[in-house]
């Protein structure tokens, strides 16, 4: 009788540690990610324990401190370049990326533009032997039990065919922890993600550098970040009025302006750094 009462309390022991291990949060890993200080301009470099994802690549001039972050952690290799739109501030370091690391695909949105700045890149993934893969429908991937799902723009064409309007939105999910990178995105693209009803997001890449436009504060509610980074600079700061309203949903907001943030997920609990 007391073998058999020990043997049920050791498997109850058993089911119940192996309960643990079994959480959706457990075994993750970590996720850490980068949201560069380089003014009014976008690039998130995004590491788990064996993958890379770069959303977005800053200005020109912005090129050769990616890659020096590269080198800084030793990866040569990215698994995913996201952009979420062609504007110079989005794409303009992608050649220097693209030169420098092994780029597994490049995600982009459908349309093409006519600038120097697109050209370069073109020409840049052209040269690596890269096709870049055109999103015209919702893309959900998984790295190291991280996983993106990558948002399209929903039409062909917006009204004055605004750049800004077709950014790509990211949603990644690790563990029990969400994070939205909003691009550009401007009035019409909100609208469209918040119509999806994707839930709330522990962290919000603010869009379009914190200005604020019509959608502002029904956006921010939608979301209700617990943290949201603005990428703006002294020269271009936030708008005072979009600050507002993410604080008014609870959000500590962050600027870029005041230094690179820094974030890191075990999958339950976020830091953020700056």
Do not use: W
């Not at 999806?196 to 979301?223: P, R, W």
């Not at 008014?248 to 907001?253: H, K, L, S």
């Amino acid at each position: 009788m007391i073998k058999k009462a020990a043997a049920l309390v050791l498997t109850v022991l058993l089911l119940a540690l192996s309960a643990c291990d079994y959480s959706p949060a457990a075994n993750v890993g970590t996720l850490k990610f980068k949201v560069f200080k380089i003014g009014r301009a976008d690039c998130i470099v995004l590491r788990t324990a064996s993958h890379t994802v770069v959303i977005d690549a800053g200005e020109e001039d912005d090129g050769a401190e990616i890659v020096s972050y590269l080198k800084e952690h030793k990866i040569t290799t990215v698994d995913k370049l996201i952009i979420t739109h062609f504007d110079s501030d989005h794409i303009g370091g992608a050649a220097a990326l693209l030169d420098y690391a092994a780029v597994g695909e490049v995600l982009i949105p459908s349309y093409t533009k006519g600038s120097s700045t697109y050209r370069r890149f073109a020409t840049a993934m052209e040269t690596a032997g890269i096709q870049p893969t055109a999103l015209t429908e919702k893309l959900t991937f998984e790295l190291d039990r991280t996983q993106y799902t990558v948002y399209p723009p929903a039409r062909s064409s917006y009204p004055n065919n605004e750049d800004n309007e077709y950014s790509l939105i990211v949603g990644i999910t690790h563990g029990e922890n969400r994070f939205l990178f909003a691009g550009d995105a401007l009035t019409e693209r909100l609208r469209e993600f918040t119509a999806l009803d994707e839930g709330k997001y522990d962290f919000l890449k603010v869009s379009n550098h914190g200005d604020y436009f019509e959608g502002v504060e029904a956006f921010s509610q939608a979301v209700s970040p617990t943290y949201a980074v603005i990428t703006c600079s002294d020269k271009n700061p936030a708008d005072a009025r979009t600050v507002a309203a993410l604080e008014a949903v609870g959000a500590r907001v962050y600027l870029t302006r005041n230094g690179s943030v820094k974030v890191t997920s075990d999958g339950q609990t976020i830091s953020v750094l700056q």
